[in-house]
């Protein structure tokens, strides 16, 4: 008799926890978030643009304005993802409206925290 004819039953039932813990670890659905800045834009307000002291700097100034796209394109559900930025924005705009907590770091960095993102929105 070969080794393979004797322990073969064996080796089956050793292999067959092996290749499914492989196929499990390696295979996994995860979660993919992207990130796009689609649009940038500069407006130019005609308002003074004054100094800390009151006096007038520039007779116009600009706004900066940004745009950010973040998706999951993976298959699995992405939790507790953190958005941070060196500094609180004016305004936000969140669409499509969802939850999010919010807090500043000691280095004043502002964070937004969404509990969850739901895989291909």
């Not at 670890?25 to 500069?42: R, Y």
């Amino acid at each position: 008799m070969t080794f393979l004819e004797t322990y073969g039953k064996e080796i089956v039932s050793l292999l067959i926890p092996l290749v499914t813990w492989v196929l499990s670890t390696f295979f996994k659905t995860k979660a993919k978030l992207l990130l796009a800045s689609p649009h940038n834009f500069t407006f130019l307000v005609q308002q003074p643009l004054l100094g800390p002291q009151g006096n007038q700097i520039s007779p116009t100034q600009n706004v900066y304005t940004s745009s950010f796209l973040i998706r999951n394109a993976g298959k699995e559900t992405a939790t507790k993802v953190e958005l941070v930025f060196n500094w609180k924005p004016q305004c936000v705009n969140i669409w499509p409206l969802r939850h999010y907590q919010e807090h500043t770091e000691p280095d004043n960095r502002y964070v937004m925290i969404f509990d969850s993102m739901s895989p291909k929105h």
